[in-house]
């Protein structure tokens, strides 16, 4: 089976090689960086492809003559791509973390028949996986709580941070009002608002703050309380919350000695140094989903927690290997027949279905991405 990969970046590298190491499919990177294909160049199975993604008919040519499509695209390009897959006839897994509905090209999709599964990462992504397998083993549901973050192991001044994807779309969370489900109706918040401390295995006390993470569950799945937050090192909110109300997160330019100037652009210039990991920089991805409803009559609540690390022996980082593993293994459910519902099927519509969660999960334990789980009774 023929796969092309749309993106070679942190995330596109990790599912391309992962693809092609047992020699179940042949794997074409496409991408418009010289210098991100030239590490695919001596990768058994890899074949690298420059093409402008942000052109359609580029994206038309790459999908030409290929059996399935993943799409690892920075988030301002994300929908754009995927329409064109979609439009294209491919069917397709999709990582690219875009603002707009993913759901909206469900008609396109089956007009199309094409099975297109979306937001396939760790977050959204695993979180969805897991709530989809509570809806079939709880009822109801009554509140679902998911914890995630990726963090550098060293903490350095100032920020105590790096990012494990593209730091545009790390500011994005910073500013895209953040919506969450309380008492059955949704709720619309400030990105970064409602803040609490975590005590994480492993990590110690994390900050945890509201961003716009439940995304498909908003439609999908019909609990009275459901909100995602992001987790960072205890002090990181303050600052991001100071450069964001001082605007510089704004779009709108401001002139400076007499020159347009967009302070977004600015901020970003001046921060993805600084928030970008050296060549061997350890991380880890942190995530605890908690899920309370009712089991054979009794209330409980169930918690799964995955810790996951920087592995050293191929210089893959915790949040490429937790997004690019989980997104690989829906590559593989799909080629292998276990799920070809035609439309857009976002992740928790396949952790209904017990044979394609069980599918997921062992391929991410395989890899040494392992989620524990306990159940607690609830009074």
């Known amino acids: 089976m023929r796969v092309a990969v749309l993106g070679g970046g942190l995330v596109g590298g990790v599912i391309a090689r992962d693809l092609a190491r047992d020699g179940e499919f042949e794997v074409t990177v496409a991408d418009l960086s010289e210098g991100t294909l030239d590490r695919f160049r001596e990768v058994a199975g890899v074949t690298p492809l420059q093409a402008d993604l942000a052109d359609p008919a580029a994206i038309r040519r790459v999908v030409a003559g290929h059996d399935l499509v993943v799409g690892a695209v920075p988030g301002h390009m994300g929908f ?11 069917p397709v897994v999709d990582i690219s973390f875009f603002p707009e509905d993913a759901l909206s090209l469900d008609a396109l999709a089956r007009e199309r028949g094409v099975c297109a599964v979306v937001d396939c990462g760790v977050a959204p992504g695993c979180s969805n996986l897991i709530l989809g397998r509570m809806e079939s083993e709880l009822e109801p549901v009554e509140r679902f709580v998911c914890y995630v973050g990726g963090l550098p192991v060293e903490r350095t001044w100032p920020w ?18 953040a919506r969450y489900v309380a008492n059955g109706a949704v709720v619309t918040m400030p990105a970064l608002s409602e803040p609490e401390l975590v005590e994480f295995p492993g990590v110690g006390t994390l900050e945890a703050f509201n961003t716009d993470g439940l995304r498909s569950l908003l439609a999908t799945v019909k609990a009275p309380f ?18 964001r109300e001082s605007g510089f997160f704004r779009a709108e330019p401001v002139m400076v000695a007499g020159v347009p100037v967009r302070p977004l652009d600015l901020a970003a210039r001046l921060l993805f ?61 799909i080629a292998r027949g276990l799920w070809g519902r035609k439309g857009v099927s976002p992740p928790e519509f396949l952790g209904r279905e017990r044979s394609c969660y069980e599918f997921m999960m062992a391929q991410l334990a395989a890899r040494g991405v392992v989620f524990g789980e306990r159940v607690e009774p609830l009074g």
């Not at 754009?80 to 491919?90: D, M, N, Q, S």
């Not at 593209?166 to 994005?172: L, N, T």
């Not at 022996?313 to 997104?327: D, I």
């Open 160 to 177: 105590e941070y790096k990012a494990p994807f593209s730091p545009a779309d790390v500011i994005e969370e910073y500013t895209r009002p």
């Open 226 to 243: 459901m909100v995602e937050k992001t987790m960072r090192y205890p002090g990181h909110i303050e600052k991001i919350r100071v450069l």
């Open 80 to 90: 754009a791509t995927l329409r064109e897959v979609i439009a294209a006839g491919a």
């Open 273 to 333: 140094p600084l928030w970008q990991f050296a060549p061997g920089e350890e991380d880890i991805t942190a995530m605890r989903v908690i899920v309370d409803g009712t089991s054979a009559g009794r209330r409980v609540r169930r918690t799964f927690e995955m810790l996951d690390r920087y592995d050293p022996t191929t210089g893959t980082s915790a949040m490429a290997r937790t997004t690019g593993y989980t997104c690989a293994a829906g590559v593989r459910l």
